[in-house]
């Protein structure tokens, strides 16, 4: 499991987080205007043209590859790539995760037009992308990380677009092994239940990052 060590304060954190966030958040509504948008042909190349340039200006300077799992020196975590969760990632819904003090996790999101598959439905895909994560995070909820080895879902009936809710725990150990069961929901009650077997990678023997923390958390 590679981490990689970025030394910066609170404060750096919260300036870049300030700085991407809406940035993010801009990218992501452009990816459900360009799904939905009924604007004249003339308007749609005009759009193009300013995104391209909004490309080239980030483009100027950038890293090589993936982003990676950064965290700081006191071990808060920064996967601001990460597809589910991150927060430079305008593909990520995102989903927020909220630890409870019994080890559960939940997290209430929505998702919109970018993650359509059946009409006016959540693609499956995606609902498993998000309780993979969940899952996961359950299954990290230990403070021992792990990876998922076997994910099974059964889809109970199409996950409408829209508010949801998902939610996992940890049901059995079994040495290296984890089984996390979780679903996913919205306002009628659940739409997809999951089973995981997680596993702790077998050299893990020390701490792992936490998240990084946002103004309010407690
Ligand atoms: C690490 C491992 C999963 C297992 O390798 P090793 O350590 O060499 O395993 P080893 O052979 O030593 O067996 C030990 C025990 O485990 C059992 N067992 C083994 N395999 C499986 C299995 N597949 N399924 C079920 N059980 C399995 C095996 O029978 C044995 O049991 P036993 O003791 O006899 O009763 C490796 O296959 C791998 O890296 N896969 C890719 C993982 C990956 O990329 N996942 C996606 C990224 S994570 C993510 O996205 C989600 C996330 C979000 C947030 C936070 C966290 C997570």
């Not at 801009?26 to 042909?41: C, Q």
């Not at 009936?157 to 829209?162: C, D």
């Not at 940890?170 to 996913?184: F, N, Q």
Request: hydrophobic fraction near 40%.
């Amino acid at each position: 499991m590679e981490f990689t060590l970025e030394d910066i304060s609170d404060d750096e954190i919260a300036r870049r987080r300030d700085l991407y966030e809406p940035l993010t958040d801009s990218v992501r509504e452009l990816v459900d205007a360009v799904i939905r948008t009924e604007v004249d042909d003339d308007s749609v190349r005009e759009a193009h043209r300013l995104i391209e340039a909004a490309v080239n200006t980030l483009r100027a300077k950038q890293i090589d590859g993936s982003y990676g799992v950064r965290f700081t020196a006191d071990l808060q975590g920064m996967p601001w790539g990460n597809a589910v969760i991150g927060l430079r990632n305008a593909i990520a819904p995102p989903v927020q995760t909220v630890r409870h003090a019994d080890d559960r996790v939940t997290a209430d999101f929505t998702l919109g037009a970018a993650y359509e598959g059946p009409s006016d439905c959540v693609h499956g895909g995606i609902c498993a992308m998000v309780l993979d994560h969940v899952l996961g995070e359950a299954g990290s909820a230990d403070d021992v990380p792990c990876y998922t080895g076997t994910i099974s879902l059964r889809f109970l009936r199409p996950t409408p677009l829209g508010s949801l809710h998902a939610e996992a725990v940890i049901v059995e150990r079994d040495g290296r092994k984890k089984i996390v069961h979780g679903s996913l929901s919205d306002e009628k009650g659940q739409t997809v239940t999951a089973e995981g077997v997680f596993i702790v990678p077998k050299n893990w023997d020390g701490p792992m990052p936490r998240k990084a923390r946002r103004p309010g958390d407690a």
